[in-house]
């Protein structure tokens, strides 16, 4: 198995936040242009990534990942139900309860 590509992709991430970091520490942009740059990468950016990286996948290679797909169906279901189970057993309300719930619930397991 060849990891080199995952170290590249790790190294373009870390690359990526040390530049984000080193413009918001030395630049003269303010608040207002980090915010709205977030905005622009979480609306538009990231899905329109994600539209043009799954319209170049071959549908054969789709087919055969059902099995994960269940899969994260099934554990979040489980984190979910075990959830519930606790935060009722210790009569957990209100946003602590919501908070909580999505925390067991979808914690890593769509990915």
Same mark, same amino acid.
């Given at each position: 198995?060849?990891?080199?590509?995952?170290?590249?992709?790790?190294?373009?991430? $870390?690359?990526?936040?040390?530049?984000?970091?080193?413009?918001?520490?030395?630049?003269?942009?303010?608040?207002? &242009?980090?915010?709205?740059?977030?905005? $622009?990468?979480?609306?538009?950016?990231?899905?329109?990534?994600? &539209?043009?990286?799954?319209?170049?996948?071959?549908?054969?290679?789709?087919?055969?990942? !059902?099995?994960?797909?269940?899969?994260?169906?099934?554990?979040?279901?489980?984190?979910?139900?075990?959830? !519930?189970?606790? $935060?009722?057993? $210790?009569?957990?309300?209100?946003?602590?309860?919501?908070?909580?719930?999505?925390?067991?619930?979808?914690?890593?397991?769509?990915?």
């Amino acid at each position: 198995m060849n990891a080199l590509p995952v170290v590249y992709t790790v190294l373009q991430i $870390f690359l990526l936040i040390a530049v984000g970091v080193l413009v918001k520490k030395y630049s003269s942009f303010g608040a207002s &242009f980090f915010r709205n740059l977030s905005r $622009f990468v979480v609306r538009i950016a990231i899905p329109l990534y994600l &539209f043009t990286r799954i319209s170049m996948t071959d549908s054969k290679e789709l087919s055969s990942g !059902w099995i994960f797909i269940a899969a994260s169906a099934v554990v979040t279901f489980i984190g979910f139900s075990l959830g !519930w189970v606790v $935060f009722s057993l $210790f009569r957990v309300k209100g946003m602590n309860r919501k908070a909580g719930l999505a925390c067991t619930a979808f914690g890593n397991s769509g990915y």
